[in-house]
Nanobody
Framework: QVQLVESGGGLVQAGGSLRLSCAAS????????MGWFRQAPGKEREFVAAISWNGRSTSYEDSVKGRFTMSRDNAKNTVTVYLQMNSLKPEDTAVYYC?????????????????WGQGTQVTVSS
């Protein structure tokens, strides 16, 4: 059974940091890119960051460049991705989702992903 379990969300003041984690299990995910998306109330889901299968290539949405860093750990049975979020802003408030891509290189479109987690809430207060 495929499972993507996010953790690490919470409430933080503007300027603070959070580290999100996502553990993907149930099949072999190490050959596939992974991504983080977010959805704020009343808005569509948007791309945040993505990483290639081997961690050597990353992509970021413009508003998070220089503040967020994505990484991954390809263990034997579970792939874990992380999103280190620094200098958080109130506009970063959203539910954050991790996803597994259909390819080894990181797509920025949600259509490029076929497995999704349930999401973790990030709230940044001003």
């Amino acid at each position: 059974q495929v499972q993507l379990v996010e953790s690490g969300g919470g409430l933080v003041q503007a300027g603070g940091s959070l580290r999100l984690s996502c553990a993907a299990s149930g099949r072999t995910f190490s050959p596939y890119a992974m991504g983080w998306f977010r959805q704020a109330p009343g808005k569509e889901r948007e791309f945040v960051a993505a990483i290639s299968w081997n961690g050597r290539s990353t992509s970021y949405e413009d508003s998070v460049k220089g503040r967020f860093t994505m990484s991954r750990d390809n263990a034997k049975n579970t792939v874990t991705v992380y999103l280190q979020m620094n200098s958080l802003k109130p506009e970063d408030t959203a539910v954050y989702y991790c996803a597994v891509a259909r390819t080894s290189q990181p797509p920025i479109s949600a259509a490029g992903y076929n497995y999704w987690g349930q999401g973790t809430q990030v709230t940044v207060s001003s």
